[in-house]
């Protein structure tokens, strides 16, 4: 069975940093590309990043790249999203997702629970 288990969201000021973790089984890291949405209230769910399975490459929404970095470590099979420079327009539910296919365009197969982030002004 797939899980991903989402951590790391809460209440932060604009300007501050948050890390989010996804932990998932090693048979999961391994098969599926990972990356993170992330859905405000009212709003759609939106791609933010992704790393590939294989080459480890990653992809990020053009309104985030500046700011935000996904990550990888292969010996913890957790894929993390460094958020740096929060704004208030950050704020959402963020979830942690696994794929066969590309994520930027592609739907995941496999979503996390989701963990809230809160970025206040």
């Known amino acids: 069975q797939v899980q991903l288990v989402e951590s790391g969201g809460g209440l932060v000021q604009a300007g501050g940093s948050l890390r989010l973790s996804c932990a998932a089984s090693?048979?999961?890291?391994?098969?599926?590309?990972m990356g993170w949405f992330r859905q405000a209230p009212g709003k759609e769910r939106e791609f933010v990043a992704a790393i590939s399975r294989s080459s480890g490459s990653t992809d990020y929404a053009d309104t985030l790249k500046d700011r935000f970095t996904i990550s990888r470590d292969t010996a913890k099979n957790t894929v993390y999203l460094q958020m740096n420079s929060l704004k208030p327009e950050d704020t959402a539910v963020y979830y942690c997702?696994?794929?066969?296919?590309?994520?930027?365009?592609?739907?995941?197969?496999?979503w996390g629970q989701g963990t809230q982030v809160t970025v206040s002004s």
């Open positions: 090693r048979r999961t890291f391994s098969n599926y590309n």
């Open positions: 997702a696994a794929g066969r296919t590309g994520l930027m365009y592609g739907t995941p197969n496999y």
